[in-house]
């Protein structure tokens, strides 16, 4: 079985880019869904696509799955048409909304998948590798949330797929069962797969992903590493505890030079500032016993609202 992956594997590279998304458009109506995007995915890449509710990130999803044709644009996946793509096994989609048949055990949802393909991945190394071997001969109607999602991962992993894409696939999960799943997503990216996922846990990019594409009404506004998404909003976080603290406080706070955003609980106070020299030197005049000061640089959360917000000017694309 590797040497079939390693074969297929190298004439997929050699066919150009994993994903390649040119002049990508879709509109419903008024709203323009997706609008000019322009995207391109290497082969073995984890890539996470972020962005706040109506950014275009699944009507993006869909397209390159060939689940909805573009209005204008291109897409491809390792230099085939999606449609091709999907029917030689090359794309294995885990989707949020994917519903499984109650009365059918793990074991024969997988196996009933796997039939589906030409040269599909071994039955039990599926159920192995998505760490739910244990429950295979488990109904559906009798798994959790987590386990629900975990039968939706072999079920995408069963095609052996060269590109796997994922949309909130630690939903419902817990703690310990999230970090299990991205334990065995490493084992399958090391193998030089592409993995293109989709998550509203921010520490999950920060901590999986090689690159982050950021989407705000339809366009991308951020692309690159973590730390290069995390430059692109510029400033920094300082946080300290005002003794005190009153209606008063807020209002100072508030006025001091450079600050962008503030949030108050108590005496402790977390202020994003553009300038965080001068917005400190401010404080610490305007409130002497100002104490605990730490300054921080912006996390991608911080990132994130900044550059999804929607008075937020469009940087230039972080350099690749």
Same mark, same amino acid.
């Given at each position: 079985?590797?040497?079939?992956? /390693? ?5 997929? *590279? ?12 879709? @509109?419903?109506? $008024? ?29 993006? *999803?869909?397209?390159?799955? &060939? ?32 519903? %499984?048949?109650?009365? %059918? ?11 589906? @393909? ?5 039955? $039990? ?18 798994? !959790? ?8 991962? /072999? *079920?995408?992993? =069963? ?15 817990? =703690? &310990? ?13 090391? !193998? ?7 998550? @509203? ?10 690159? *982050?594409?950021?989407?705000? !009404? ?22 300290? =505890? ?23 609980? &108590?005496?402790?106070?977390?202020? !994003? ?8 030197? /401010? ?7 100002? @104490?605990?000061?730490?300054?921080? /640089? ?23």
């Amino acid at each position: 079985m590797e040497t079939t992956q /390693a074969t297929r594997g190298t004439r997929d *590279v050699a066919a150009g880019a994993a994903v390649r998304l040119s002049g990508l458009r879709k @509109h419903y109506g $008024e709203v323009r869904a997706v609008d000019g995007v322009e995207l391109t995915i290497a082969p073995g890449e984890v890539v996470a696509l972020l962005g706040p509710n109506g950014a275009g990130k699944s009507t993006t *999803v869909d397209m390159i799955l &060939g689940l909805s044709k573009p209005d204008a644009g291109e897409v491809t996946v390792f230099g085939k048409t999606p449609g091709d793509a999907v029917r030689a096994g090359m794309i294995g989609a885990m989707l949020q909304g994917g519903t %499984l048949l109650d009365d %059918l055990t793990v074991r024969e949802t997988v196996r009933m998948v796997a039939k589906l @393909h030409r040269t599909p991945m071994p039955l $039990e190394q599926a159920l192995r590798q998505a760490g739910i071997d244990d429950i295979a001969d488990r109904r559906a109607n009798k798994l !959790s949330g987590g386990q629900k999602q975990r039968v939706r991962f /072999a *079920v995408a992993l =069963v095609s052996d797929p060269d590109l796997l894409v994922l949309d909130e696939p630690t939903a419902a999960m817990d =703690v &310990g069962t999230r970090r299990e799943f991205w334990k065995s997503m490493y084992s399958f990216t090391e !193998s030089g797969r592409t993995v293109l996922f989709a998550t @509203h846990y921010l520490e999950e990019a920060e901590e999986f992903a090689d690159r *982050v594409v950021l989407m705000r !009404s339809g366009r991308v506004v951020a692309d690159g590493s973590v730390a290069q998404v995390r430059a692109l909003a510029g400033g920094r976080t300082i946080r300290a =505890v005002l003794p005190d603290a009153t209606g008063e406080t807020e209002r100072l706070v508030a006025t001091l030079p450079a600050v962008t955003d503030f949030e108050l609980r &108590g005496e402790r106070a977390a202020i !994003s500032s553009s300038d965080s020299d001068a917005t400190l030197r /401010a404080l610490m005049a305007a409130v002497p016993a100002v @104490h605990d000061i730490e300054i921080s /640089a912006v996390g991608l959360e911080g990132a994130f609202l900044s550059l999804t917000a929607e008075d937020h000017t469009e940087p230039e694309e972080a350099a690749r």
